[in-house]
């Protein structure tokens, strides 16, 4: 079935070094959606993405949209141990919304 | 604003035994989902619905029934409980399809 895959599974970091998730489909999305899970919490959603070439930012959070509407990634700048947790990408595709397995960041103060 | 509400918070249970998960949503939301998350993995999608009345499988359905009789509640049932079902149940709604998911905290359930 359709499947969303994402790279690296798991990062580690020094504190202030810069970390980047890939997400990555078979097929063209609708959507693209990031969430963030921190250590023994629930998803959280960060962002949307809907437009080809879409780029948008939060802070130290970089999100783009690829212009064939197939991938996407999120790069954070200078991370901080706040940034600790699994980020997960999810895209729409065919009436649902499609779970990447997440990446797992660890920051090194 | 309560937002998405899962009960119980921990669980542990013996083989062969049945329970609900309960799960509550205050956002009027039409869509509700249940997933899975095994240590360390993924979400996995047990069971959705898009409205009151309506129910359909997700990836990983076997040895679960879900009901949704109200726009708010929508209960995930285990019947006859397996080690293999150990793991943290996500209840998440959404306003509709392809829009962000709200989840509830979680339920932790162990069955030995």
């Known amino acids: 079935g359709q499947q969303v895959m994402q790279i690296p599974q798991y990062q580690h970091v020094q504190e202030g070094e810069d970390f980047t998730t890939y997400c990555n489909s078979s097929t063209t999305l609708s959507n693209i959606q990031w969430y963030k899970q921190r250590p023994g919490g629930h998803p959280v959603f960060l962002i949307q993405l809907v437009k080809s070439g879409e780029v948008k930012k939060q802070k130290r959070l970089t999100f783009q949209f690829g212009e064939a509407k197939k991938n996407s990634s999120l790069h954070i700048t200078a991370t901080q141990t706040t940034d600790v947790g699994t980020y997960f990408c999810a895209g729409g595709s065919q009436g649902n919304l499609i779970f990447g397995k997440g990446t797992k960041l660890s920051v090194k103060p | 604003n309560a937002g998405v509400t899962q009960t119980p918070k921990f669980r542990i249970l013996k083989i062969g035994q049945s329970m609900t998960l309960q799960c509550a949503q205050d956002m009027n939301h039409n869509y509700m989902y249940w997933y899975r998350q095994d240590p360390g993995m993924g979400l996995k999608l047990i069971y959705y619905s898009v409205g009151a009345g309506i129910t359909d499988k997700g990836e990983v359905p076997n040895g679960y029934n879900v009901s949704r009789s109200t726009t708010e509640d929508f209960p995930l049932r285990l019947e006859l409980a397996a080690p293999s079902q150990t793991s943290v149940y996500f209840c998440?709604?959404?306003?509709?399809?392809?829009?962000?998911?709200?989840f509830g905290d979680g339920t932790r359930l162990s069955i030995l």
């Open positions: 998440a709604s959404s306003p509709g399809t392809y829009q962000p998911q709200h």
